[in-house]
């Protein structure tokens, strides 16, 4: 027996152990005629739930019946948004509980899109379709690309209208998480708790995800260096994969080390560092090529909120609290070389490998080369007739080069290129595929579109014939992507 309707849950709300101050009892409101339209069986088993019976019931994915167990509340936090904080709190999601999985691991169950909070401030407390169904896509994607994210386990319709710019058909969002503690949470906490709510919540998240420092001499600083690891190997992830996140405030930095939050993201076709999809953020602040000090400045303000847990005088934290940040930079830069190493498979380390990664990437910006594919078609060998970039005498220099490298090194050709296969993407979720797909799906009903590009996205280094239409190049038209959808 699980829970008396067998349906699987085993929920637990342990962050309600918290001060009150982190959250507020919130229910999800009613929604008229719910509708499952996206399921996640894979999931669903890895969280022990029944999905034969769950499927049948849309009313829990909307927020209309809680499951067992589920004492629903939404989280507190502040962020700094494009560089000013803000207090801001769930405004249109709560918290149905933490499931716990057969494996043992604890997950965060949230409906997005669930009504009005005590944090809605002046909005709806709802979402529409479109964006609930690319969030879904997208981090169901990211997963595929082995980038740490938060997952997406249903989208129900409401059959409710909500008003943006146009009258759009509403949805909720199930989405699972290690958790949705944020720089911000922190944040918010130093600036409305009491030293005792800040510590509360240090230990409550140290003890949740980074148990193994629980017992070191300065805890806190050990709890800061990790979260910093995390962040600086996700970011430079980001960068491998040509990730553009788009909000990047600390609001929507986890603690985890997870991706949240996909609002205006999108994935990079053409490289440019300076690419932003994002119709907010008019000054670039978020572009592709400055994610990787975004991250720094975000763990500079997580470092400030702790600066009074670390030592007893906060002037005395100053200087180990910059320090700490100051390994970020080097982090990031660290692993971003090593992930773009192995995306050229040079396996042994050389002193002018940023040079000649560099180089090719000054190439690729000069002649416009999709990102994706230009390392999809290193990977295969298969240099492009048509490929101003490939036709260049620069970039055969470079490739002479390269090969040299590639043939100089210990390991083979061979074990050079399966390398590269499994750290180059066949493909991503390309934004003109994606709209397609939303498209149909919201507009029409259809989801076939949606369900075959999330099938080709379940494992982007299959290399597969039917993943080859997704390859294409978008038409050539600038591409926008929306916040507070
Ligand atoms: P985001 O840009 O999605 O990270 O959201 C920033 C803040 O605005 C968060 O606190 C959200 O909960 C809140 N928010 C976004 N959309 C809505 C909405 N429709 N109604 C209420 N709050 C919202
Ligand atoms: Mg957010």
Same mark, same amino acid.
């Not at 000069?366 to 080369?369: D, G, H, I, K, R």
């Given at each position: 027996m699980t829970d008396k309707h067998q349906q699987g849950w085993q929920l637990e709300n342990t962050y309600q152990h918290l001060p009150e101050l982190f959250y #507020?009892? #919130? =229910?999800p @409101? %009613?929604?008229?005629?719910? %509708? !499952?339209v996206v399921f996640n069986e894979k999931i669903a088993a890895e969280l022990g739930l029944d999905s034969t019976i769950l499927k049948e019931k849309p009313e829990i994915f909307a927020g209309n019946h809680l499951p067992d167990g589920s004492k629903p509340i939404a989280q507190a936090y502040a962020g700094h948004q494009f560089g000013y904080f803000t207090m801001l709190g769930d405004g249109r999601a709560v !918290?149905? /509980? =933490? $499931? !716990? &999985?057969?494996?043992g691991e604890r997950y965060d169950i949230q409906l997005k899109g669930s009504g009005r909070t005590p944090y809605s401030r002046g909005g709806d407390g709802r979402a529409a379709l479109g964006p609930m169904l690319r969030e879904y896509l997208i981090s169901e994607a990211m997963h595929g690309l082995r980038i740490p994210t938060s997952r997406s386990l249903a989208v129900t319709t409401t059959a409710e209208e909500i008003l943006r710019e146009e009258a759009l058909p509403g949805a909720v969002l199930t989405r699972v998480a290690k958790s949705h503690i944020r720089v911000g949470t922190f944040q918010y906490a130093r600036q409305q708790g009491s030293k005792a709510d800040l510590q509360a919540l240090a230990d409550y998240t140290i003890n949740r995800h980074y148990p193994e420092i629980a017992e070191d001499e300065n805890r806190y600083l050990s709890f800061l260096y990790k979260v910093i690891e995390k962040q600086a190997a996700l970011i430079a992830d980001w960068q491998m994969k040509g990730f553009i996140h788009g909000v990047m405030n600390t609001d929507n930095v986890t603690i985890s080390? $997870?991706?949240?939050?996909y609002g205006p993201c999108a994935f990079m076709d053409r490289y440019d560092p300076k690419t932003v999809f994002s119709s907010i953020d008019e000054e670039g602040r978020y572009a592709y090529g400055n994610q990787p000090g975004i991250g720094a400045w975000n763990m500079a303000r997580f @470092? *400030? #909120? !702790?600066?009074i847990l670390m030592e007893d005088e906060e002037e005395a934290a100053i200087p180990k609290a910059k320090e700490a940040v100051e390994t970020y930079v080097k982090l990031v *830069? /660290?692993?971003w070389l090593d992930g773009m190493r192995l995306k050229l498979g040079m396996m042994d380390k050389g002193e002018n490998d940023k040079k000649l990664i560099q180089h090719l990437l000054n190439l690729m910006q $000069?002649? $416009? @080369?999709d990102f994706t594919n230009t390392f999809r078609s290193l990977t295969l060998e298969q240099l492009e007739a048509d490929s101003k970039l490939f036709q260049s005498d620069a970039f055969k220099k470079w490739y002479q080069e390269w090969q040299d490298k590639l043939n100089n090194q210990s390991p083979s050709k061979e074990t050079a290129h399966q390398l590269m296969k499994q750290h180059n993407p066949s493909i991503i979720p390309r934004n003109y595929l994606v709209e397609e797909a939303l498209t149909a799906a919201s507009r029409e009903q259809n989801y076939q579109p949606f369900h075959d590009l999330l099938t080709a996205l379940e494992d982007p280094y299959a290399y597969t014939k039917e993943q080859e239409k997704y390859t294409a190049t978008p038409p050539n038209q600038p591409y926008? &992507?929306?916040?507070g959808t």
């Open positions: #507020s009892p #919130s =229910e @409101a %009613e929604v008229e005629h719910p %509708e !499952l !918290l149905l /509980g =933490e $499931q !716990l &999985t057969p494996a080390g $997870q991706t949240i939050d @470092a *400030e #909120s !702790l600066l *830069e /660290g692993y $000069q002649y $416009q @080369a926008q &992507t929306f916040c």
